[in-house]
Structures are given as structure tokens and as C-alpha cells.
């Protein structure tokens, strides 16, 4: 996953942009029927604090 995307050039982060980019490569992956890549951007950010809920309306997160 290359997080640099959705980083601005300033080099200023600001986190929840660049997960919501990480996000939309989950949904990238999930309208392609990709669990195995859904399942691991899911863990990668669970493993680091991000809760990632899917409900009927697409996916939400929050820190741990």
C-alpha cells in the first residue's frame, strides 16, 4: 500500500485523509471481490490501532 499517495507534498499528515485513501483501495478490492487484499489492508490497520466496521453503507473507522 503506498500511503505516499495520499500524503500533501509539504510533508504535513494528516492521518485521517491517508486512511481514507487506505480505505478506498479496500473498497477498490471488495468491489473486485478481493478478500485476501480487503481481509489484509483490514488487519494491517487493526493490527495498528484503526477499527474498520462495514455496514450496508459502506465502511467506517475509528482509532482504538
Do not use: C, F, M
Request: hydrophobic content about 35%; charged content about 30%; proline content about 2%.
Amino acid at each position: 500500500i503506498d500511503v505516499s499517495l495520499y500524503l500533501p507534498e509539504d510533508g504535513a499528515i494528516n492521518y485521517h485523509t491517508a486512511i481514507d485513501g487506505i480505505l478506498a483501495l479496500r473498497e477498490k478490492a471488495r468491489g473486485k471481490k478481493d478478500w485476501e487484499s480487503s481481509d489484509y489492508i483490514r488487519n494491517v490497520l487493526n493490527t495498528n490501532g484503526i477499527i474498520v466496521e462495514d455496514s450496508d453503507q459502506g465502511s467506517s473507522w475509528y482509532l482504538e
